[in-house]
């Protein structure tokens, strides 16, 4: 027998790999960057999920590609969004759009694209746990990289993105990566605002948390995943934002109610120890996020966001079932909605709204019945810890509008694709050791 016989298969690029690269991609590359030469803006993230989209309707007409088949309810979702999408943009289109507004619509409607397609490529291509592993860790290791930056960015006041130089783009806007609230800097690391990256830090954190302790009952080495833990806590608070804090307070909840107890009493000694550092290190940035909470009536953020229901409820009623179209609420011709249903149910109608809630349901709900299917501790973790990070999003599609945000869209629909992956590969090991 040969060497080249005896030597290991070399494992090909799938749906893992691709979906590993849009991580590097949608996380490292600043988020105000897009891609030159085009008619439209399109940020390099973006187009590689329009490339998945692409993989993914060919991958379904051919058995070559690896793409699996079969019924899944997290696919099923994904399906009813993208129709309920598609079904609001043709009433939209059918009726007199003025020129600005259909643009945009179409831009929107791109966007949109790319994320299911990212979704699909997650959901039917990443398979078996070991690859979803493989992507979940890159999302970790960007974190913590996006951290360190915003760690630069908030000790010196100095934005390093500013001299990431990528071929092939141009600045999209001014959008400052550091901005101040109370005399302390907010910054936004590579995303494009400082809730923004707060949430990113949210939605990642329980999957770090995983890894860290699997790490450790594992017997392998846990100290890198335990330091890309506390870069991404300490990214969350620089933030310096409400939302992060809610979603990860949402998030907590599911980790606790599923934890063993002695994990759940470790995990608070620490957040509590933590906090005191960051108290200590830090002053005035605890005292900053809390005065969030302690004075929500009289903040000014939290006015804004709720003196516009009576112009939200009258858009509604006009078009109730599908919206007035998707992308055709244009700022700064129209108040902003600081809140994702809120724009949802303008936008795409009660149909839009349950078809939005009902992606990251059906996610959460595989992902916990991947916990009971799963027949080994570690991806009984893996499937609470995912539950966890997409009530993340879930919750702050309340409090800030998700789908503006390009970095945090992209995680939240990797994640949703993800959890489908994980209950495949669940039910079918179960249904192979049965």
């Known amino acids: 027998m040969t060497a080249t016989a005896l030597a290991p298969l070399r494992p090909r690029t799938d749906g893992a790999t691709f979906s590993a690269l849009f991580v ?108 979803i592993d493989l992507v979940l860790k890159t999302v970790v290791v960007c974190g913590a990289i996006i951290s360190v930056i915003a760690v630069i960015q908030y000790v010196f006041t100095y934005d390093i993105t500013a001299d990431i130089p990528i071929p092939g783009t141009r600045i999209r806007g001014e959008a400052p990566a550091i901005m101040e609230r109370n005399g302390l800097n907010r910054v936004a690391a590579t995303t494009s605002h400082p809730i923004e990256f707060g949430v990113v830090c949210s939605m990642i954190l329980p999957i770090a948390l995983h890894y860290a302790f699997a790490a450790g009952q594992l017997g392998r080495p846990a100290v890198r995943w335990w330091l890309c833990v506390g870069l991404i806590a300490v990214g969350l608070v620089f933030s310096a934002s409400r939302s992060p804090v809610l979603g990860l307070a949402a998030a907590g909840l599911i980790l606790l109610g599923g934890w063993p107890h002695r994990r759940r009493v470790r995990a608070v000694l620490t957040l509590l120890l933590f906090l005191v550092v960051v108290r200590i290190t830090v002053p005035g940035l605890l005292g900053a996020i809390t005065g969030l909470f302690g004075n929500i009536g009289g903040d000014e953020s939290v006015r804004y966001r709720t003196s516009d229901y009576g112009i939200a409820l009258e858009a509604i009623s006009r078009h109730p079932w599908l919206g007035q179209g998707h992308g055709t609420w244009y700022p700064p011709y129209d108040i902003v909605f600081d809140n994702q249903y809120l724009l949802t149910a303008v936008e795409g109608g009660i149909i839009g709204v349950l078809t939005l809630v009902g992606l990251f349901v059906a996610a959460i709900w595989a992902s916990l019945r991947s916990r009971w299917a799963a027949t080994d501790p570690t991806t009984r973790d893996l499937g609470l810890s995912l539950a966890a990070a997409l009530t993340v999003p879930l919750v702050g599609c309340a409090t800030f509008d998700l789908n503006a945000f390009e970095t945090t869209s992209g995680i939240a629909f990797l994640f949703v694709g993800l959890s489908g992956a994980l209950l495949r590969a669940t039910t079918t090991t179960r249904e192979a050791s049965a």
Not at 50 to 73: D, E, I, M, Q, R
Request: neutral net charge.
């Open 24 to 131: 590097v991609i949608l996380m490292v590359v600043p988020a105000r960057l897009i891609l030159r030469g085009l008619p439209f803006a399109l940020t390099p993230a973006e187009a590689v999920g329009l490339f998945a989209f692409v993989w993914w309707l060919c991958a379904h007409l051919t058995l070559s590609l690896g793409a699996a088949k079969g019924g899944n309810p997290v696919r099923t979702a994904i399906y009813l969004y993208a129709v309920a999408y598609l079904a609001s943009y043709a009433q939209a289109a059918i009726s007199y759009l003025e020129p600005r507004e259909l643009e945009l619509a179409d831009h929107i409607g791109i966007i949109a694209i790319a994320m299911i397609g990212i979704a699909l490529l997650a959901c039917d291509g990443v398979r078996g746990t070991e690859r």
